[in-house]
């Protein structure tokens, strides 16, 4: 966001204000008293004692957990939710941080009550419905006290959950590891481009890094594509109602979300779907006795000109988490593709001399560029 100065240069430049009254707009901001905001160092302090907190009580109930009769593992579960979000509740009007930091601890310990309940009594596995009640209770604080945490951890969960059921209910058919690896590659796309103008950016932060993570591993297995097609003509095919249910998990779901978000989001969201499309089948037969599916030089040109695209898109939104990530992907396909399909056809120094020289000047441009384009971004919004 522009500065006070910035402001004041441009309105005296556009003649707004004169001088005297820009000294006054000057004073009055430099006189005002500004609330202090929380250190980096007690936001860490306070990230880290929540990890250790659910540590701690996991690792204590673990160890007694043999000792324990059911229901008093019963107990103990309830206990440990009524506990945490009792404490936050007390001190919700002291200090507000440490209230959201021992909700979110709290609703995290009901995902793994959850998993616990159904443990100790035995209850009918269907471990995707343990995940479906753990976002109903994210969903749940998320309505009642609407902070950052518990809106965060419903949008990890709600996808995760989607993504499981589909793997629970498609499995043994012919395409069902092809289709999550295409729901998780949406959904990234989803929330890579479609929360940026969003003004909490703690939950920004969290999904970009999750979407990111998902979006590359993702892209990885469609780009090895050999696991996919192995044994497929004697997988049983997929029941059309599942094929119209896991098809609208992938393009139409997403698609509705994006244009109900963000409607620009829409463009890159379709670009990642049409990736995950393609990907899969633009593989070679490897030559030899045993000939598999693996990754063609026009694998590499489709994930590198989706770095590309995804960094142009940065630019546009004036993002620049998603230039870096851009940048990222596309030196991370360079090599990628290096190590695969050029390095062994080199002799041994020549290829590591090859590689030290791609490293020091790819690396180089790669930063320049990413610096230029940021840069460039910045100014825009400014």
Known sequence: MPSVEEFLRRWSDAGLIDEVTAERIRAFEQGREQPAGLRWQVLLALAFGGLLLAAGVTLFVAAHWDQLSPWARFFI???????????AIFAGDRFASLAITLHAVGTIAAGAAVFLVGQIFNIQEHWPAGILLWAL???AGWALLGDEAQQTLTLLLLPVWIVSEWWVRSDGYRGSDLFAARMAVS???LYLTAFIATKKNVVFSILFAAA????????????ESWSFWYNWAATPAMPWHLAIIGWGWIVAVPLLAAAWLKRAAMLPVAVVILSSLLLPHLFRQNPG???YPQSSVLTFLCVGLLACFLTWWGVRERS??????????FAATVLWFYFSS?????????????LGLLFLGGG???EKMRRRLVRHAMEAAA
């Not at 579960?77 to 404490?87: K, S």
């Not at 990111?212 to 780009?223: F, G, H, M, N, P």
């Open 77 to 87: 579960t309830l206990l440990m939710i009524v506990v945490l979000h009792g404490t």
């Open 137 to 139: 209770c994210a969903m």
């Open 187 to 189: 959904f990234a796309a």
């Open 212 to 223: 990111a993570a998902s979006l590359t591993i993702a892209t990885v297995l469609l780009s």
């Open 289 to 291: 006795p045993y000939a």
């Open 320 to 329: 620049r988490p998603i230039i870096n990530y851009g940048i990222f992907a």
């Open 342 to 354: 050029v390095m062994d056809k080199l002799d041994r120094s020549f290829s590591l001399i090859l």
């Open 364 to 366: 180089w441009l790669l």
